[in-house]
């Protein structure tokens, strides 16, 4: 049986695959998103504060060029008196957090939550991963990524995955706010892009998230997709072997979605999740691939959605923003910490923060249930 009449085969049961909550089947690609239409604003309490906002374009703009990287959008709040009184875009989004106005965040994050625990990004231009990748001889980088091309030739892939397997980092101070989220029952899902595993390892339970790009967590043929056991697949690779699937002789590799193959099941929970989420925060990523980057887009038009990245990056290139967008650019340490503070939660995160990395109920990185002793528990902001 050739590789080829083995793909088709693969794929043809996997379309069969009836996706739920009615969504069609979707694969990675790096097309850039098409805007959804604008629907027409709801009528909904927080417009009031919104509608009040105005966008500095000039200094969005300077850091769509990346003159200024370190700013934030400016919204102006008036006062019933008719005076108005400046707020930046955390000061904005942590007082409807403070009001009890948002009880359902949605998370949406990328490779740039992850570079504070020394995990470069994917497209920095020269730090980023596929700056580096020079010594895997590969025809472009995002090929170390395409199952096309790892069917052909695994091992720059494998070569790769030695330094990916997850175990040599540990979440940062933005995970563990998003696991604040969670434990003041204000964390509806959180969807990342990272295969890096300190979601889970920081303690955000399995329920509330969703690893849209896949983990290492388990592994199977990337041909019949017969499961193989992770840690087996991870010692063949670390060896420098492929490991090899005992019932159609394909490679195994961790699941870890390619360009090219479906996202995990979990993902479509989106269609249920976006409709609900009352917050959006989009975390470090260049919402450069789909279909995850177009996720943003699928909140109602009232929703805050607040941005926290070096730069504006997807609907927040383009001008003017929607109304009830923000964004806060810069370090996203120092942005999340800043909101965390107007929140009054920096000293409790501190203190989460070093209890967890002290080992007091730390977490396998190869455990892919993500159990954590206190990992679900949560306490109310109200
Ligand atoms: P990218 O590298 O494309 O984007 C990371 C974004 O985070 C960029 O906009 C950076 O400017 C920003 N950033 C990095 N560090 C930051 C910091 N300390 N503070 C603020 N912003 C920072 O990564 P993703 O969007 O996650 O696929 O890439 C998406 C997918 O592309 C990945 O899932 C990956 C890749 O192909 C796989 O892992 C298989």
Redesign the pocket.
């Known amino acids: 049986m050739t590789l080829g009449v083995n793909m088709s085969k693969a794929k043809s049961s996997r379309d069969r695959r009836i996706a739920p909550l009615g969504v069609s089947r979707v694969t990675?690609s790096?097309n850039n998103p098409q805007e959804c239409q604008r629907s027409k604003p709801t009528d909904s309490g927080l417009v009031d504060d919104l509608s009040l906002m105005s966008v500095s374009e000039q200094q969005a703009s300077l850091a769509r060029k990346g003159k200024s990287?370190s700013l934030s959008t400016k919204a102006v709040l008036s006062s019933p008196s008719g005076s108005s009184v400046p707020r930046g875009a955390l000061e904005t989004v942590g007082r409807l957090m403070k009001l009890g106005r948002v009880r359902n965040i949605v998370v949406v994050?990328?490779?740039?939550?992850?570079?504070?625990s020394g995990i470069?990004?994917?497209?920095?231009p020269g730090t980023?991963?596929?700056a580096n990748l020079a010594k895997y001889d590969i025809p472009y980088p995002?090929a170390i990524?395409n199952i096309d091309y790892f069917s052909d030739n695994p091992h720059p892939f494998f070569s790769l995955a030695k330094e990916?397997y997850p175990g040599h980092h540990r979440p940062n101070y933005v995970h563990y706010f998003v696991r604040m989220l969670h434990q003041k029952g204000l964390l509806l899902r959180m969807y990342?892009?990272?295969?890096d595993g300190l979601e889970k390892l920081c303690g955000i339970p399995d329920d509330k998230l969703v690893e849209?790009?896949?983990s290492f967590a388990t592994a199977a043929c990337h041909l019949c997709y017969t499961p193989y056991p992770a840690e087996e697949a991870k010692q063949a690779i670390m060896n420098g072997s492929v490991p090899i699937c005992t019932f159609c002789a394909g490679a195994v590799k961790p699941n870890?979605?390619?360009?090219g193959e479906d996202l995990p099941e979990k993902y479509f929970q989106h269609a249920e999740d976006f409709p609900k989420a009352d917050l959006l925060m989009i975390?470090?990523?260049?919402?450069?691939?789909e279909p995850?980057?177009s996720l943003v887009n699928t909140v109602k038009s009232t929703v805050p959605r607040l941005l926290?990245?070096?730069?504006p990056?997807g609907p927040f290139e383009r001008r003017p923003l929607r109304r009830a967008d923000y964004m806060e650019?810069?370090?996203?340490?120092?942005?999340v910490q800043k909101l965390a503070e107007i929140l009054g939660w920096h000293t409790e995160i501190h203190d989460l923060m070093n209890s967890h990395e002290n080992g007091l109920s730390y977490t396998d990185p190869s455990n892919s249930s993500g159990e954590n002793s206190d990992s679900s528990e949560t306490d109310s902001m109200h």
Do not use: C, W
């Not at 975390?283 to 691939?289: F, R, V, Y």
């Not at 650019?329 to 942005?335: H, Y």
């Open positions: 990675r790096s990287p994050a990328g490779a740039g939550i992850s570079t504070a470069p990004d994917f497209r920095t980023g991963l596929y995002e990524f990916l990342t892009q990272n295969i849209a790009h896949g870890v979605v390619f360009f975390m470090g990523t260049s919402l450069k691939i995850f980057a926290l990245n070096r730069y990056v650019l810069g370090d996203l340490s120092d942005s």
